[in-house]
């Protein structure tokens, strides 16, 4: 007896495959998933999973973006995509390949074709029937049925095929949010208090006569805002406004050199990943503190949203938020709207891998657009208010401590990590979420962003448990209760921290055992996939070789949420007057690779962003407000700075697990370890500028 599989996550929660997919008379099948594309080419691959699974050229297959039509997969985050829409969708395009075969027989043979095929669609090989030809006969408002078999061989996925996307993009060929132009379209800018908990207190009418003729300032409570049909005056209008409005501040804000104090003072939920209660063997106890600072998404251009307030309280949104139906509950929720009244389309626009201000900008160009029923509304953000006001990754601060036996190996550990939670996303603990709600006449009141659970991978405790074999651990996470500041997901969340802290200190206890870093880091890791990384970043390195004087090379590891990809990086430092980042060794295991190009794009740039983390990028301020707005203030590695990279894909399972976070931390590891060893002393706060490593020496001297 056959056993018939459950749908996967995403189709479960959207069987019917027209929500999905549809077949068009012309031959072509327009596809509509829920996770949105950001950059990180994800409707290449997918498109590549459904032309395999239909039997189709992959130009016949029309990648639509995620709208009120499609599947609800909340949100497109943690390297879940293919995880979860391609699973979906294989299912859905294997159901669909059915029905059409099956009403291609029924045309034959003359007899009725069946609206729920299980079976009957080829195993392999191209279609032999017309989508075409049948398109009009087949009806997909249907379910999906787990129990339709699936292709067995390949044919696209695991080649690379052509980004669908890029083409538009290297010729500047309209497609971003900023791009759009509806009927009657309108612009708008809001006027952000100049700091934390600010309150308006006049927005500076004497200046509205100054205002260019057809501009209308919008206001509620401490929620500024002007609207016109000529964007340059809206603009104008704006910095008018922005000179005169009165605010009463106050200090609200930590100091920006004592984070680590600000993190630890809690109040606090304490979280214990990992506490197995043994009872470590005698050894020479060792510690260590690590730190980041709080971290901007930095997006390259900022933050966008259109909307139109249609009468009877019906709102139309576009937005590049990585969660439109999230997004559309909240504005909901924010406004007292039936969740049904709020229509949500993603349309791209500059990609953050976490979550940035496109929420926010989206929530701004409703609460203008309410000004002017019936006309859309567009908002863009300025450069200033995106480094200030979108939502940042926290900083953290993590303890270290281990016992080393005397024959070398670990026999114990424990870690504790200090942050604030990393979600603070659209209807987050129950509540929308969204910045502008807390300046309104009645403003809205947020709890501390919080984390995700452990069934999701965590927050602040994400890869805090080591992914070695070691005795005696306990792993604790300290998530701060009340904050100023907001925080939210940046890309791994907490594993960037955690993993660059357990990796630089597995260096310090080879270096007191002296053991190889890599040979130490085998004798603790019995994980066949994990051992072959490791083994091949350091091959590919020639990790024996020695390097000149100021030149180090260093190592970092990790397996992605303990689950997810294996991740080795091997760094070469060059460290003289300043650090630079010569060369990086890359071994990855993902799984089921889809895309090959695809997958080495993904770590490519997770390692690109990761080195530019670990070596300029912190958020300064002062006691009220963010005082890092500009390029120039809050700077990120520079094109000429960027190390060549080389990427191997080492087979693994038979399922994908995701590329897109895997080589932050073993990135920022590596870049760390390499440091030491180019110039014999350890920074353990990030970022590793040249005042770091100088106070370093200094240090221990």
Not at 214 to 225: A, E, H, K, Q, Y
Not at 238 to 252: G, I
Not at 350 to 379: K, W
Not at 485 to 500: E, P, T, Y
Request: net charge neutral; glycine share 10%; proline share 8%.
């Amino acid at each position: 007896m056959r056993t018939v599989p459950d749908l996967p996550q995403s189709l479960a929660a959207n069987p019917v495959l027209a929500r999905w997919m549809r077949v068009h008379a012309d031959g072509t099948i327009g596809v509509r998933v829920g996770k949105v594309e950001l950059g990180q080419g994800i409707a290449t691959a997918l498109a590549q999973i459904a032309a395999d699974e239909l039997g189709v050229d992959i130009t016949r297959i029309r990648m639509l973006p995620p709208g009120p039509e499609g599947p609800d997969e909340g949100l497109t985050a943690g390297s879940l995509s293919i995880m979860h829409s391609g699973a979906a969708l294989r299912i859905v395009a294997a159901n669909v390949r059915a029905l059409f075969a099956a009403a291609a027989g029924a045309a034959t043979s003359g007899a009725p074709a069946s609206g729920a095929a299980t079976s009957g669609a080829p195993a392999s090989g191209a279609a032999t029937f017309s989508y075409a030809d049948l398109a009009g006969r087949v009806d997909l408002n249907v379910p999906a049925d787990p129990g339709v078999p699936v292709r067995s061989q390949p044919g696209l996925v695991g080649r690379d095929v052509p980004r669908l996307d890029l083409p538009d993009k290297v010729f500047g060929r309209p497609r971003y949010l900023p791009d759009m132009r509806l009927p009657g379209q309108l612009f708008g800018r809001v006027i952000r208090p100049p700091s934390r908990g600010a309150r308006l207190l006049t927005p500076g009418e004497a200046a509205a006569p100054a205002l260019p003729a057809g501009v209308t300032l919008v206001r509620d409570g401490s929620f500024l805002g002007v609207v016109g049909a000529d964007e340059a005056s809206v603009v104008r209008a704006a910095d008018v406004l922005r000179r005169s409005a009165r605010w009463a501040e106050h200090d609200c804000l930590p100091a920006d050199d004592e984070l680590d104090k600000f993190l630890r003072a809690g109040p606090h939920e304490t979280v214990t990943a990992v506490h197995d209660g043994g009872t470590a063997a005698p050894g020479r106890v060792l510690r260590a503190t690590f730190s980041r600072p709080f971290l901007a998404h930095a997006s390259m251009a900022p933050s966008c949203g259109l909307a139109v307030w249609h009468s009877a309280h019906r709102v139309e949104v576009w937005s590049h938020s990585q969660g439109i139906f999230p997004l559309g509950r909240a504005i909901a929720g924010a406004l007292g709207l039936d969740p049904g009244a709020v229509r949500v389309e993603h349309v791209e626009h500059a990609g953050c891998y976490g979550h940035n201000a496109a929420d926010d900008a989206a929530f701004d160009a409703v609460l203008l657009a309410r000004a002017v029923p019936g006309s859309p509304v567009q908002v863009l953000w300025s450069r200033q208010d995106e480094l200030s006001w979108a939502p940042f990754g926290s900083a953290m601060t993590a303890d270290v401590a281990a016992t080393l036996s005397p024959d070398g190996t670990i026999a114990s550990w424990e870690y504790d990590v200090y942050s604030q939670g990393h979600t603070a996303r659209p209807g987050y603990a129950g509540v929308p979420g969204l910045l502008a709600a807390t300046l309104l006449e009645h403003p809205a009141d947020y709890p501390a962003p919080v984390d995700p659970p452990a069934a999701a991978g965590y927050g602040s405790l994400r890869n805090a448990v080591p992914g070695y074999h070691l005795p005696a651990r306990r792993i604790t996470g300290h998530r701060l209760l009340a904050t100023p500041i907001r925080s939210s997901a940046m890309r791994s969340l907490g594993a960037f921290l955690n993993v660059f802290a357990i990796e630089s200190f597995m260096d310090e206890l080879a270096a007191y055992a002296g053991r190889d870093p890599v040979e130490f880091r085998l004798a603790h890791l019995s994980d066949p996939r994990g051992r072959r990384v490791l083994t091949d970043a350091a091959e590919a390195a020639d990790w024996a070789t020695p390097r000149p004087e100021g030149v180090g090379l260093g190592i970092g590891y990790a397996r992605y949420k303990g689950r997810g990809a294996y991740c080795a990086v091997v760094a070469e430092v060059q460290a003289e007057t300043d650090v630079r980042v010569r060369r990086l060794w890359i071994a990855v295991d993902v799984g089921q690779v889809v895309s090959p190009d695809g997958v080495r794009n993904q770590i490519e740039g997770g390692a690109v962003q990761a080195a530019s983390w670990t070596l300029v990028e912190r958020v300064r301020f002062d006691r009220r407000r963010v005082t890092s707005d500009t390029w120039e203030s809050y700077p990120i590695l520079r094109f000429s700075q960027t190390p060549r990279i080389d990427v191997t894909l080492a087979g693994g399972g038979d399922k994908p697990v995701g590329a897109g976070e895997a080589a932050q931390g073993p990135t920022a590891a590596a870049i760390g370890n390499a440091v030491a060893a180019a110039v014999g002393v350890r920074v353990r706060d990030l970022p590793l500028t040249t005042e770091a490593i100088v106070a370093a020496i200094e240090r221990d001297a």
